[in-house]
């Protein structure tokens, strides 16, 4: 035990130190308070890929994926990393398509920098050797420009508790920026403080581009021969992941302080590693806002001192908007912050608002810092690919897409502004008025961005009321009930009485909790109650007393009045000579205003002041309730958002007649629950209501009270209901109306009696996709889940909607069964699956696309190879030497049927072998289970199965062996459909004289001629007996006339039966050829 727990930290070091390049590794033994400065001493190189953003934009217009483009850049930067680090280069930093690399000198002899200069020139030429001219699949060739210089240059580390960041700086980064502005793809240029050290320049061939620029155009092949013997370059090998020690980088993993790295890993990467799950399954697609913050610094300040008070006021925007810091670098663009929102973990049905509300923040706080002379902001939103870049042994977490690229030129090009691209406009749903069109510039790389917008800060207003109700509350009745009581035990109770204090209201997001409230707050008006309300928002999460200020306000009907002295004069003309008002000084801070308090206050201790201060809060609540009041709700939406110093004073509002109703959502995972939030919650007078949606028969009817309409059509509840399965998410489904409405898909019609929808003309609702904005809320959703059922969620997404226990267990093979089956049980509870008929099932299909969409075409390719393995062992006994014999043979597999594996459970297996070996890309095995496939059908009658199942192996081009069993196996269906259609004719004619016949007895039994009639007539029996019987009875001498028969079956009985099969035979290989070519 002891051994798989070190070999797990052992893995966990190793990957840590992956994400760090090697002097930072070694600064963080020392690194004690921010910030700090890193002095070095070094040549520096900086490799910028060029046509990497033709490259993208390619990929984007082909549809190519995200996956494949990263794939593809990884193999282009491995190969670089590696000749790097066997040159003994430290990759400091990466951002996006540029790299900066160290090679660091210890003293200041002009040796030791000859011999830095001549490794750094030498792996430049290997670089270029190697990767010029790369090859892609979109036909764009990537090639390196890479600039060197030498000289000093500093590490800076910021941060707070949680997250470091660091940024190389100086005058070196200065000089190397520079260089690289008269680089050309393929090109080495050396500014001039690493020429001037350059050893041997005889053995250089250059070309001086200006007094400070020399471009390097080859070099002996013995140059510089001294200096690169005393470091040799290691041999090339396969690259690996680290171990026990790093194979290409010098560095002792058991010395490394792993908790020291931690800050300076993304949260994403650290939450995989503390799972145990694999980092592979951290890269996915998925829809994100970027935004790209640049930032003009004035000189004249401590750059160290600057940068920490820079990233204090971004980070805690950051962090108030849930979002995440992805990195600060200085060489690129000047001093640039990556900031994400949407990765996984940081989901939110709001995140495109978040962002931008975020941006202003961050531009209003930043503008007023004296050390900074501007501030640029470019926000994108769109699919990009998010997960590991870089090479096995140093690599970082990062995005990478169009929309990426896109959110950098905004940056650069609209200066001094929040800009912003069309699909950031249209996901925030904001007024239009928060944003103006700017004017359209040719950005680099973009061939059409689209219509760019200016985000307007100043337009931001706050609305904390709680909205009215257009419509009667759907469903939810027995909940509703249970809160009206307590609404009405509070309106009731005499002075002492005990009764509930607090209703909380839970649920995912998008569950109807606003809704649910507000039809609290309608039941207490009926009863007579003051209805108080707040709806804190993220922005009010992190400002101190926030939610408290509001109820104050709203209690002493202060709302709207803006000026103190307006405040002051109001409480004075409201409550003078009344005993409250010689307390009210006592919210003085929280009010913002100066009322004069008594003697007695003004001599009380801060802790004195504080505790008057919690009994004051009740008074208020009891002294201001009119006449005619019979208590107050206090109804509080989104109570996920209330601050934690307003948590410690919600109870002192509850009173005799007063309880409070909270709306609350998920709490965040990377913050703790409050410690009054927590007491409240768990307090056992407190009611608790979950809603878990909606009952589907409520479908109609929702949709009806969103579109506002009287009737809705049949197709659209249906394809509602057959993609959101289960118990409906009121937003959800809201998310797909709008979209369609969006993009006119939906129609509402006005001209009749009452407005009615109807879908738009040529629209077919069936093959419409999932819209992005309900593709969101499923992964926000998916994300709130932990790490394991997460992981569950998307594994079963793989199989289908429907699946065993024993399967996850099989695929999550890197856990314990008992935590996989946790994960299940969890999932149940959530609603996520059900049982139905011994197997487990997803309660959304849509949801259950939306995860198999996050994985990337490897890890399907992967998932869909074991599912099929399992399905081969479990049905088909497939042992090792099964799999090796088809390797050797590459043909058909043996099957070895398992004894109690019937042949009709079989037809059920093979095409799902056949989907999944197809999915997974083995060939050899999708042609093999196709032929098994059209065996069993033949040898169960089912035909038209069968030569659907030959049609698709032909088309799969098979061995010559496999098209002659093929041709075979067609003969032998065609036959049978022969066989088949003779019978039926055969049938049919019998059926038809036999009625013939009937008839004619009825009507001789009608005449008298016959005596009597069985009453089994009609009966299925020995029909030519019967016949027989009857033609004596009615001494019949001619045949009953030939019945009518279809035209078709007319034919058919005349024809020969060797013609019908030639005929058949010849559709047969027509349709194969039709449908080959």
């Known amino acids: ?103 660091a000198i210890e003293g200041n002899d002009s040796e030791p920098r000859k011999g830095a200069i001549a490794k750094a020139v030498k792996c430049s030429r290997e670089i270029q050797k190697k990767c010029h001219n790369w090859d892609t699949q979109v036909d764009v060739l990537l090639g390196v420009k890479i600039a060197l210089a030498v000289g000093s240059l500093a590490i800076t580390y910021v941060g707070g508790k949680v997250s470091h960041h660091f940024s190389t700086s100086g005058e070196t980064v200065n000089e190397v920026n520079q260089a690289e502005k008269y680089c050309e793809k393929g090109t080495i240029v050396l500014a001039y403080s690493a020429w001037r050290l350059c050893p041997e320049k005889k053995g250089v061939q250059a070309v001086r581009l200006d007094d400070k620029h020399v471009k390097i155009i080859a070099v002996k092949k013995t140059w510089a021969s001294e200096y690169l013997e005393q470091s040799k370059i290691v041999e090339p090998r396969k690259a690996k992941a680290l171990t026990q020690q790093a194979a290409l980088r010098n560095i002792e993993l058991k010395t490394v302080d792993k908790n020291k790295l931690r800050p300076f890993i993304a949260a994403p990467v650290l ?10 399954y951290l890269s996915e697609h998925r829809d994100v806002t970027i935004l790209f913050i640049n930032l003009v610094l004035e000189s004249a300040h401590d750059h160290a001192a ?72 470019g926000v994108t939103t769109g699919k990009v690919f998010c997960g590991v870049v870089g090479h096995p042994e140093r690599h970082e977490y990062t995005v990478i897409g169009p929309k990426v690229n896109m959110a950098a030129r905004l940056m650069m090009y609209y200066p001094k502004v929040v800009s912003c691209d069309s699909e950031t406009r249209l996901r925030s749903k904001l007024d239009p008025c928060h944003f103006e069109e700017l004017p359209e510039i040719t950005l680099k790389g973009l061939d059409d961005p689209g219509q760019i917008y200016e985000y307007n800060t100043s337009a931001v207003s706050r609305d904390n009321s709680i909205p009215d109700a257009k419509s009667p509350l759907l469903g939810y009745n027995k909940e509703f009930t249970a809160g009206i009581l307590a609404v009405q035990g509070a309106s009731t109770a005499e002075t002492g009485e005990k009764h509930s204090q607090f209703i909380v209201i839970q649920g995912e997001p998008g569950m109807g909790k606003t809704r649910f409230l507000r039809a609290i707050m309608d039941g207490a008006n009926k009863y007579h109650m003051r209805v108080v309300s707040a709806r804190p928002s993220v922005c009010d999460a992190s400002t101190p007393y926030h939610t408290v200020c509001i109820l104050l306000s709203e209690l002493l009907e202060l709302s709207g009045i803006e000026s103190a002295q307006s405040k002051e004069a109001e409480l004075n003309e409201r409550y003078q000579g009344t005993a409250l008002m010689h307390q009210l000084c006592l919210v003085n801070n929280l009010l913002g205003i100066q009322l004069t308090g008594s003697d007695a206050i003004e001599r009380m201790t801060p802790a004195q002041r504080n505790l008057q201060l919690h009994k004051l809060i009740g008074k208020i609540v009891s002294d201001t309730e009119l006449d005619h009041h ?64 909606l009952d589907p028969q409520c479908m109609e009817p929702l949709l009806c009270q969103q579109m506002e309409v009287a009737t809705v059509p049949r197709e659209l509840t249906n394809m509602l209901s057959s993609n959101l399965k289960g118990r409906l998410n009121p937003s959800w489904v809201k998310q797909c109306i709008a979209n369609m409405l969006h993009h006119k ?213 098979p061995s010559p062996a496999q098209t002659e069993h093929l041709n075979a196996l067609g003969a032998r269906a065609a036959s049978s459909l022969f066989v088949l259609r003779k019978k039926r004719v055969d049938m049919s004619v019998m059926k038809m004289r036999w009625r013939a016949a009937a008839v004619k007895a009825r009507e001789y039994y009608q005449a008298g001629k016959i005596t009597s009639m069985p009453s089994d007539f009609r009966m299925k029996s020995d029909e030519r007996t019967k016949m027989k019987e009857y033609r004596s009875q009615l001494s019949l001498d001619e045949e009953p006339k030939q019945p009518c028969l279809p035209l078709l079956d007319r034919i058919v009985s005349c024809i020969p039966s060797w013609i019908y099969f030639s005929i058949v035979y010849l559709l047969f290989l027509y349709c194969y050829f039709l449908y080959a070519y």
């Open 630 to 693: 019979e208590g107050t709700l206090i109804a509080i939406d989104d109570a996920e958002y209330i601050d934690a110093d307003s948590w410690d004073y919600l109870k002192d509002f509850v009173g005799d007649s007063c309880i409070i109703s909270l709306s609350l959502g998920p709490f965040r995972k990377d913050e703790s629950t409050p410690k009054a939030a927590t007491e409240i919650l768990q307090d056992q007078s407190t009611i608790h209501m979950k809603l878990n949606g």
């Open 306 to 377: 600057c940068l920490q008070k820079v990233q204090e006021v971004i980070g805690a925007a950051v962090l108030q908007f849930q979002g995440l810091t992805n990195k600060i670098f200085e060489f690129d663009k000047g001093t640039s912050f990556i900031v994400l929102f949407g990765m996984p973990g940081f989901k939110h049905e709001e995140e495109v608002v978040h962002a931008l509300h975020c941006s202003g923040q961050i531009r209003r706080n930043i503008n007023s810092l004296p050390e900074v002379k501007a501030v640029s902001i």
């Open 1 to 103: 035990m002891e051994e798989k727990e070190t070999a797990k930290q052992d893995k966990i070091s190793a990957e840590l130190v992956a994400h760090v390049p090697d002097v930072v590794i070694l600064a963080t033994q020392e690194l004690k308070d921010l910030p700090a400065v890193q002095r070095l001493e070094g040549v520096l190189m900086m490799l910028d890929i060029s046509g990497f953003t033709a490259m993208c934009e390619e990929f984007a217009k082909r549809n190519l994926g995200v996956d494949i483009l990263t794939k593809t850049l990884n193999d282009y930067l491995g190969h670089i990393q590696d000749t790097v680090l066997r040159a003994g280069g430290d990759v400091i930093e990466f951002a996006g398509d540029a790299l900066l690399v160290l090679w």
């Open 745 to 957: 898909q939906l129609e509402i019609d006005t001209h009749r009696v009452q407005p009615a929808c109807i879908i738009a003309h040529g629209i077919r609702l069936m093959e419409l996709k999932v819209p992005p904005s309900l593709r969101d809320c499923m992964i926000a959703f998916i994300d709130r889940l932990s790490e394991t059922e997460g992981m569950a969620v998307k594994m079963a997404s793989i199989i289908g909607t429907s699946f065993t226990d024993d399967v996850l267990v099989t695929l999550m093979s890197h856990m314990s069964s008992d935590k996989v089956h946790q994960s299940i049980g969890a999932l149940l509870s959530a609603s996520v699956f059900f049982y139905d008929n011994g197997q487990l099932r997803f309660r959304s299909s849509t949801l259950q696309e939306t995860a198999y969409s996050l994985l990337l075409d490897k890890q399907r390719c992967k998932l869909h190879e074991q599912y099929a393995m399992y399905l081969e062992k479990k049905y088909l006994g497939v042992t090792s030497k099964t799999k090796s014999f088809f390797r050797k043979t590459c043909n058909r597999v043996p099957t070895v049927r398992m004894a109690d594996t019937s042949e009709r459970q079989l037809q059920l297996v093979y095409p799902q072998l056949v989907t999944h070996w197809r999915k997974a890309g083995n060939k050899a095995k999708t042609i093999n289970y196709l032929i098994h496939a059209a065996e069993s059908a033949i040898a169960l009658g089912n035909t038209m199965q069968a030569i659907s199942f030959i049609f698709q192996a032909k088309k799969a081009s």
């Open 271 to 280: 939450h995989k590693l503390d799972g145990n799950q694999p980092l592979e």
